[in-house]
Nanobody
Framework: VQLVESGGGLVQPGGSLRLSCAAS????????MSWYRQAPGKQRELVAQ???????TTYADSAKGRFTISGGNGKNTDLQMNDLKPEDTAVYYC???????????WGQGTQVTVSS
């Protein structure tokens, strides 16, 4: 499975960005797609996840009410980020998990910088 992210960039506080992740390869057994982020000097953390089938979603507390994950088809997922804050600055990574053994795949990451 290969994952390619796009959509990062520089945005002012209060602004919005939409990240996209496209999956290719042996994607038929993907059961969850997620967005993680890693800020300098910090551990990588889960931001949002969407599980298949059904599209059940979960969010980190810091993302609730501001971020929305969509997709749920095992081929792509988007992360709509609104009301961005400087503390959202990080490299954002797309993640996919695959049956039968929860094999995990990562994208290369996309930088999001929130600054005035």
């Amino acid at each position: 499975v290969q994952l390619v992210e796009s959509g990062g960039g520089l945005v002012q506080p209060g602004g919005s960005l939409r990240l996209s992740c496209a999956a290719s390869g042996s994607i038929s057994s993907i059961y969850a797609m997620s967005w993680y982020r890693q800020a300098p000097g910090k551990q990588r953390e889960l931001v949002a996840q969407i599980r298949l089938p059904g599209g059940w979603t979960t969010y980190a507390d810091s993302a609730k009410g501001r971020f929305t994950i969509s997709g749920g088809n095992g081929k792509n997922t988007d992360l709509q980020m609104n009301d961005l804050k400087p503390e959202d600055t990080a490299v954002y990574y797309c993640n996919a998990k695959q049956l039968p053994d929860s094999s995990t795949f990562w994208g290369q990451g996309t930088q999001v910088t929130v600054s005035s």
